[in-house]
């Protein structure tokens, strides 16, 4: 049975950006409901192949009947290692569509949505031991600051960690309701629903390492991918977007590329044409692709 899933975010310009060859090997890394992977399977020749992965056992459901297709349900950080176990020495392509699905927002009981109420969950595979409770209330003031600032743009982390310590020395904030009644004073009414966003996405992406596991990711692709072969990256978060943008640019996410004894730069890959963003009516069919920025890079 085929879970609800809204349509996939820049469908054609990111599947566009792969350059498919026919008897090519691809992978998408984040599933989901399949859009981006059916799209690349079209494409495809009998003897092309395409893996997918998903660490969240709700996307096993709509796995494709396809010769040609693999789902793996892991996490995309360990893509070196399960290519491998697979015998798959080179790809010629892969692609990322990084964030929440709107399966996960849409399902309440996942605790993604700043629409119901819910258990503090936010795991994006129920294997992970950390919840999004064990952040509320298990972490110290520094990290709770850390986390809001960093993750979710929040200009009173400061007083906003200060205010869930002083919560929990009296009960444990359980559900998400409960996070938004303590954090009630810094949620103006015409401002609720976009700060609360912005909370729930800082203590999401703690919850699924989101940065360190595309740091992981970008970091294998070097290894893995056939010269030639094609990056297609799809973000929502500033972060996000700035690390695929300065691993592009200098093949590291911190200070200047690797150069040689002459001087002459030394980066894994060039990009490939402007930053990529939805069509107008793109974002009004689909709200979730208003922040979505494409980019698309080649191995050299």
Not at 244 to 252: I, N
Not at 258 to 286: H, M, R, W
Request: proline residues 3%.
């Amino acid at each position: 049975m085929t879970m609800s899933y809204h349509n996939a975010v820049l469908l054609e310009e990111s599947v566009d950006g792969l350059g498919i060859k026919p008897d090519g090997v691809y992978v998408d890394v984040t599933f989901g409901g399949g859009g981006h992977s059916r799209e690349i399977l079209k494409r495809l020749g009998d003897k092309g192949r395409l893996i997918a992965f998903d660490q969240d056992e709700d996307a096993l459901r709509n796995t494709i009947p396809d010769e040609r297709f693999l789902l793996i349900n892991e996490n995309f950080r360990y893509i070196k290692q399960f290519l491998k176990f697979y015998g798959i020495k080179k790809i010629d392509g892969v692609l990322a569509d990084f964030g929440v699905s709107s399966h996960q927002f849409d399902k309440a009981e996942r605790g993604f949505s700043t629409r119901f109420d819910a258990d503090l969950d936010m795991r994006m595979s129920k294997k992970n031991s950390v919840s999004a409770y064990e952040v509320v209330n298990g972490y110290d003031y520094d990290e709770l600051r850390r986390v809001l600032f960093e993750y979710g743009d929040l200009r009173n982390a400061n007083a906003m960690a200060k205010t869930i310590l002083t919560h929990r020395e009296t009960e444990p904030i359980k559900t998400t309701e409960q996070l938004k009644l303590v954090l009630a004073a810094y949620l103006p009414i015409h401002r609720e629903h976009k700060i609360l966003a912005q909370i729930y996405q800082a203590i999401r992406i703690e919850v699924n390492q989101e940065i360190q596991v595309i740091m992981e990711f970008l970091e294998q692709l070097p290894e893995i991918m056939e010269e030639g072969g094609r990056l297609s990256v799809i973000s929502y978060h500033s972060l996000e977007d700035r690390l695929v943008k300065r691993f592009v640019r200098s093949g590291r996410f911190e200070g200047e590329p690797e150069k040689d004894f002459y001087g002459n730069i030394n980066v894994p890959f060039k990009k490939v044409g402007k930053l990529v963003t939805p069509a107008k009516a793109e974002i009004k069919q689909n709200n979730r692709a208003r922040s979505a920025k494409l980019r698309i890079a080649e191995r050299i």
